[in-house]
């Protein structure tokens, strides 16, 4: 288990941020070292086309603890608004392997920290502007293949599709769809649980 902690101040020493972005259908990440207030370096991470926002945030921190490993660093701070992706690195039931593979990387030097985004802390809003930059970005870094549930998502909507043409070209039930003009999933499993 990796606990976090809230942060809520500026604190001295090295402080990474990272951020993920969701615009339309393209989604980034990027993260922003300080080093006693002072920006040191900044990278942006762009992922494929309908990349889930849970999985940016992971990537985000991933790429941090890498870049921690790369410059040999001491104690850092590495502070995230996205208190999902803290807990999924908390949790001792995780299966993702892209979250056991940080968990491994993880050692003491590394302290995460969950920070309410929007609230005007300056490296969590940097972060978030050097992630909103990525939705003009053409080459894709992080490639990954869908989640289950957005799989069964894309199911459920081409279900409702065919349902919804079917609904509307049948000759049977004229006086139902004054009633219900569009199918809805929801109508039928109301009754049913």
């Known amino acids: ?57 992971v990537v985000a921190i991933k790429e941090v603890v890498e870049y921690i490993r790369e410059k040999n660093m001491g104690i850092v701070r590495v502070i995230s608004d996205s208190r999902s992706a803290l807990m999924a690195l908390d949790s001792p039931t995780e299966n993702r392997k892209i979250i056991n593979s940080i968990k491994e990387r993880i050692k003491g030097n590394i302290v995460l920290y969950w920070v309410k985004a929007n609230q005007g802390i300056r490296g969590n809003e940097q972060a978030d502007t050097l992630a909103r930059e990525l939705k003009r970005h053409k080459g894709i870094e992080y490639f990954f293949s869908k ?40 109508k039928v499993l109301r009754n049913v649980l």
């Open 1 to 57: 288990m990796i606990n976090y902690k809230f942060y809520n101040q500026e604190i001295d020493g090295d402080n990474i941020f990272t951020d993920c972005s969701r615009f339309e259908n393209k989604v980034g990440c990027a993260f922003v070292h300080f080093r006693d207030g002072i920006e040191v370096e900044s990278r942006k991470i762009r992922l494929r086309d309908g990349a889930v926002v849970f999985i940016a945030e």
């Open 147 to 186: 989640s289950c549930l957005q799989i069964r998502n894309k199911g459920k909507l081409k279900i409702l599709k065919t349902w919804q043409e079917r609904w509307e070209s049948s000759k049977n039930g004229k006086w139902t769809r004054r009633f219900f003009v569009k199918v809805n999933f929801n």
